[in-house]
Each structure stands twice: as C-alpha cells, then as structure tokens.
C-alpha cells in the first residue's frame, strides 16, 4: 500500500492565488520529497526535505514538515497558468536502501 | 543533479511480446530503480536495479515477469515480459546520486499492449 497520502486530491485556483497541497505518511522516514508531473510525463524533482529540517523554500516554492504529526505541506506562491499540473510527495523510508514511496498525489489546476 | 534517459519512449505492443526499456544516466549513481505507472494512478516501485547483481523486487512483481539488469552505474533494462493489456503503463527509471539524497526520474516509456 502507498506510504503516503494527500489531501486533496484535486485543487482548483485562480491564477495568482497560493496552492497548498498536503501530504500524510505513516512510518518513519529519512527525508520527503516533492515532484511534479505534467500530463503523462515524467516527474521533476522539487526540493527535498530532510528529517531533521522544518521548512526549506525554492523560488515559489515552500514545504514544511513535521515529523511529529507526520506531515508535509508544499505550498506554491503566485501560482501561474504554467503550475497546473500533478503534484507527489515520496517518503524516502529509513529502512530498505531508503527506497521511495509515493503518496497518490494532486491534481491542481491554474485557471486563468 | 542526475540527467535521465529512456528508450523508448512509446511502444505500442502486442499481447504475449516483451519489450525492452533502456535507461542512460549521464553520471554515476549509487542507486537505480524502476517504477510503473498505471493510468491516472500514482508511483509504484518495481525494483532497484543493483549493479552486477540481480535485481530487489517489490511485493507483487518477479523477476521472470519483469527481468532487470544493471551491467554498470549508469545503465539499466527492463524487460516486460509476455504482455497482456494489464502491463499498459508508463515505466520510469529512476536514480540517486550520493550525498545528497535526491532521486531523480527520466521521462518514462509509455506502453500499451493491445
């Protein structure tokens, strides 16, 4: 089964408005990492965070996680036409050569 | 960062044929995986390729279904073997660069089996 989870499923904005997508997960983990996918291609790595870190920011880009809740949240500033997308978050587990697991992602899409 | 390559990138394939996927990293990499992507789903691993020796599967998938190689650290296949239109997916290679933990995905093959 998916080690991750994200709510929601998907997100409909205004272009210009912020898009926050979040991300649950069940076991412990070595780090988090973000991806996105435009339609049916493959995935761009966004920023990782690691276990230790609490908030790391890329351009528009902010995530935050909180190993204590067991969560993550990625939040896109200024969303523009272009963000509309797929987004997934990968736990990279502590066990196992720290293999990735994805969440079943969100769906966002920027209307203009 | 780790530049990711596949051949190729779309095959339309008959039932009970194999294909196989080819995947160029443009450096050396510790670690190599593959993972499928079925129809508006999300991620699943299939592998990780291990250099010289055989593949680590997931629950679900063996070896004789999807065999793997990884002759060196830049170069894997993956072979789906007997194809029925379950198989129908997009197949990524995926690798991770010492140090910094990040993984990175190529562009994926996207296959459909009629």
């Known amino acids: 089964s998916q080690q991750g989870e994200e709510d929601p499923q998907a997100l409909s904005i205004q272009e210009g408005e912020n898009a926050t997508m979040n991300c649950s997960y069940k076991?412990?983990?070595?780090?988090l990492q973000w991806y996105r996918q435009n339609s049916g291609r493959g995935l761009v790595h966004l920023i990782l965070i690691r276990s230790n870190e609490r908030e790391k920011h890329s351009g528009r880009l902010r995530v935050t996680l909180d190993t204590s809740k067991k969560s993550s949240s990625l939040l896109i500033t200024a969303s523009r036409a272009a963000d509309t997308a797929s987004y997934f978050c990968a736990t990279a587990l502590i066990q196992g050569a720290q293999k990735l697991v994805f969440g079943q992602g969100t769906r966002l899409t920027i209307n203009p | 960062s780790a530049v990711i390559s596949q051949k190729p990138s779309r095959d339309i394939c008959q039932r009970g044929t194999s294909l196989t996927i080819q995947c160029q990293v443009d450096s050396q990499v510790t670690m190599m995986f593959w993972y499928r992507q079925q129809p508006g789903q999300s991620l699943t691993l299939i592998a990780t390729?291990?250099?010289?020796?055989?593949?680590?599967?997931e629950s679900g998938f063996v070896i004789d279904k999807f065999p793997i190689s990884r002759p060196n650290l830049t170069f894997s296949t993956l072979t789906v073997s007997n194809m029925s239109p379950e198989d129908s997916s997009i197949y990524l290679c995926?690798?991770?660069?010492?140090?910094?933990?990040?993984?990175?995905f190529g562009p994926g093959t996207r296959l459909t089996v009629l």
């Open positions: 076991t412990s983990i070595n780090n």
């Open positions: 390729a291990n250099q010289g020796s055989e593949a680590t599967y």
């Open positions: 995926s690798a991770r660069t010492s140090g910094t933990g990040e993984q990175f």
